[in-house]
């Protein structure tokens, strides 16, 4: 049993009106011992399991939980980087949740995401100047006006926001590669160049970076790159090694 197998478990089942009756054998899990083997889950791998549950949705609270959970590991760890030391005492624990937060944004991402679009600032529509010709009724001299009107945005198609996928394998992670193709005269898929394979884009790393500018001004944008970025990546991978762990756990529990 996976953590991605236990997710049916969340939701109510629908009646049964066929005369096949249910299993009744004994290594069959009940309702019953899921809830035992995810409550065991939790208690063992509180962050992975949390952080998988809010990622799909099943908790908003299980969410909130996974970036508490994170921003105590930064604030465990943070010290270590000398940028992120020399921060006052009632400005650290801030910037950390602000790292943990999006750290765990990015950690929800995927080709299925959404995103604002940058076009139309989220609204469908933007704003254009045209020249529209005015003719009175009664006759009289045309001429052309110059006025704003509001259009449907064409990035999202009048929606506010777009897709995260990646533009060139539209979410598979692997696209034809041409020149592979031309040499063996059949297509030929390899691993996406844009995306790494991942199928969608990740989230900037500099959203986090002017998200603690609000806060503080004493990390510049080089220190950020040298010092605090490899360490906002640390807590991105370890949100996948939590979760990892997690799916380990529940797949003994409920083997």
Same mark, same amino acid.
């Given at each position: #049993?996976?953590?991605?197998?236990?997710?049916?478990?969340?939701? %109510?089942?629908?009646?049964?009106? /066929?005369? #096949?009756?249910?299993?009744?054998?004994?290594?069959?899990? @009940?309702?019953?011992?899921?809830?035992?083997?995810?409550?065991? /889950?939790?208690?063992?791998? %509180?962050? $992975?399991?949390?952080?998988?549950?809010?990622?799909?949705?099943?908790?908003?609270?299980?969410?909130?939980?996974?970036?508490?959970?994170?921003?105590?590991?930064?604030?465990?760890?943070?010290?270590?980087?000398?940028?992120?030391?020399?921060?006052?005492? +009632?400005?650290?624990?801030?910037?950390?949740?602000?790292?943990?937060?999006?750290?765990?944004?990015?950690?929800?991402? @995927?080709?299925?995401?959404?995103?604002?679009?940058? @076009?139309?600032?989220?609204? $469908?529509?933007?704003?254009?100047?045209?020249?529209? #010709?005015?003719?009175?009724?009664? $006759?009289?001299?045309?001429?052309?006006?110059?006025?704003?009107?509001?259009?449907?945005?064409?990035?999202?198609?009048?929606? $506010?926001?777009?897709?995260? @996928?990646?533009?060139?394998?539209?979410?598979?992670?692997?696209?034809?590669?041409?020149?592979?193709?031309?040499?063996?005269?059949?297509?030929?898929?390899?691993?996406?160049?844009?995306?790494?394979?991942?199928?969608?884009?990740?989230?900037?790393?500099?959203?986090?970076?002017?998200?603690?500018?609000?806060? /503080?001004?004493?990390?510049?944008?080089?220190?950020?790159?040298?010092?605090?970025? %490899?360490?906002? +990546?640390?807590?991105?991978?370890?949100?996948?090694?939590?979760?990892?762990?997690?799916?380990?756990?529940?797949?003994?529990?409920?083997?």
């Amino acid at each position: #049993m996976s953590l991605e197998s236990s997710v049916k478990f969340h939701f %109510p089942k629908t009646q049964n009106f /066929t005369s #096949m009756p249910p299993a009744t054998a004994s290594d069959a899990l @009940s309702g019953t011992d899921m809830m035992g083997a995810m409550g065991l /889950t939790q208690s063992l791998a %509180p962050l $992975g399991y949390s952080a998988f549950m809010g990622k799909i949705g099943i908790s908003k609270n299980d969410a909130t939980r996974a970036v508490s959970l994170l921003q105590d590991i930064a604030l465990k760890t943070c010290d270590k980087v000398a940028a992120l030391r020399k921060l006052e005492t +009632d400005i650290k624990p801030i910037v950390m949740q602000i790292l943990a937060t999006y750290a765990y944004l990015d950690h929800c991402q @995927s080709a299925a995401s959404k995103k604002p679009c940058p @076009s139309c600032q989220a609204s $469908g529509f933007i704003d254009a100047e045209v020249f529209t #010709m005015k003719a009175p009724l009664s $006759g009289g001299i045309r001429r052309n006006v110059r006025e704003v009107v509001r259009l449907k945005c064409h990035q999202c198609d009048g929606k $506010g926001v777009i897709s995260s @996928s990646c533009n060139d394998c539209k979410g598979r992670g692997r696209a034809v590669s041409r020149k592979l193709s031309e040499e063996q005269g059949v297509p030929v898929l390899c691993d996406c160049k844009r995306c790494g394979g991942r199928g969608y884009e990740r989230m900037p790393s500099t959203d986090a970076y002017n998200a603690v500018c609000l806060v /503080t001004d004493v990390l510049s944008l080089d220190t950020w790159k040298k010092t605090v970025k %490899p360490f906002y +990546d640390q807590l991105i991978t370890r949100l996948e090694i939590e979760e990892g762990y997690a799916n380990s756990v529940l797949a003994k529990v409920a083997r």
